[in-house]
């Protein structure tokens, strides 16, 4: 039997490229394979859901999701770990995974698809990806069809006119208190990356590659573009740091882009709860409406996650005081 782990992604997706980064560094033999024509019988054999990245393990199972991927992996290869040993570090880089993997996703998804220079030059390389080969005159037809589909299906992750400004601004702030945090270190906690640099750098490494969103970044943060792309394939340059230090220099960014993800994800959680088909609620004191459907229920099982991981952190003043500066205590301990 072969021990290779065998990940079948997209260079488009930030999900598989979060899951290579982190099979990467942790050095777990792998091979990387697209999920194009083919691969796809292959691809269909392991993925329950019609989704990637979609990892087939040397056992010859399938495994889908990249945070339990990460976490089923950490068990199997601990080292080095990706958990900060400081267990209030540990629970705020499983918030930063969080933050990263549904919050950080909306500012890509919504720059990728909102104006027709990023849908174009996006469905170009999905395309691209998957006809190998191909001419730009074979490619066309699918070209189009990929962008008119993708581009009406911008409301998934909760774009619509309402929050279009409120997730452009999110993200330039929230690119500009990075920007800050990473004048100091290599990575998120310090001189190693953890889960929350997974999690975060590869929305913003899949922003960088289109257009709108990519010339922000080199325009306004060299020091975030610096480590989305060093997080593509991470080595250890030193140790996590002290969370007194991590936690002071992070409290802006939780104070506000986190604060209003989990805003954000508590309302879809309750609409959901509600049986609702559409949410309302304020999020950075601007109007927040969108249509809950069946990605919302994911969010929603995984702000429970994060929930349960809250609730199994020792007991810390120097923690929930942190979170309760920030206005994100209140969203993480309500059942
Ligand atoms: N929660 C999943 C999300 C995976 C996901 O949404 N993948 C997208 C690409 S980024 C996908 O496969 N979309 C459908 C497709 O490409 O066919 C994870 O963390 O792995």
Redesign the pocket.
């Known amino acids: 039997m072969s021990e290779i782990y065998r990940i079948f992604g997209?260079e488009?997706?930030?999900?598989?490229v979060?899951?290579r980064s982190y099979f990467r560094y942790k050095q777990i033999p792998h091979e990387w394979l697209l999920?194009n024509g083919e691969q796809l019988e292959e691809y269909k054999k392991y993925a329950r859901l019609?989704?990637?990245?979609t990892v087939a393990t040397p056992e010859d199972e399938g495994l889908?999701?990249?945070?339990p991927?990460m976490e089923a992996m950490e068990e199997k290869f601990p080292g080095p770990s990706i958990y900060p040993d400081d267990p209030d570090l540990r629970f705020l880089s499983q918030l930063l995974e969080e933050f990263g993997?549904e919050w950080g996703?909306k500012w890509m998804f919504h720059y990728r698809w909102k104006r027709e220079v990023d849908q174009v030059a996006t469905a170009k390389r999905l395309v691209a990806e998957m006809m190998p080969g191909a001419t730009e005159e074979q490619m066309a037809p699918m070209v189009n069809q990929v962008q008119e589909r993708m581009s009406g299906r911008i409301g998934v992750v909760g774009s619509n006119e309402t929050t279009s400004p409120v997730i452009e601004r999110s993200f330039k702030e929230g690119i500009g208190l990075l920007e800050e945090h990473l004048a100091h270190r290599p990575y998120l906690f310090g001189g190693r990356p953890s889960f929350g640099d997974f999690g975060l750098a590869a929305q913003i490494n899949?922003a960088s590659t289109d257009p709108t969103a990519g010339g922000i970044l080199r325009e306004s943060a060299p020091l975030v573009s610096a480590w989305h792309e060093r997080m593509l394939d991470p080595s250890a340059e030193g140790a996590f740091e002290p969370a007194e230090v991590i936690c002071e220099s992070l409290e802006p960014f939780l104070n506000g882009p986190v604060r209003h993800f989990l805003t954000w994800s508590a309302a879809n959680a309750e609409a959901i709860a509600q049986g609702s088909e559409e949410m309302q609620t304020e999020v950075d004191g601007q109007p927040w409406v969108q249509s809950v459907g069946g990605p919302q229920k994911?969010h929603a099982k995984?702000l429970k996650e994060l929930r349960r991981k809250f609730g199994s952190v020792p007991d810390s003043p120097a923690l929930t005081n942190l979170l309760d500066r920030t206005g994100c205590l209140r969203w993480l301990s309500e059942a």
């Open positions: 997209s488009m997706s930030p999900y598989s979060k899951a999920r019609p989704i990637v990245p889908q999701d990249s945070t991927i993997d996703n899949a994911y995984s």
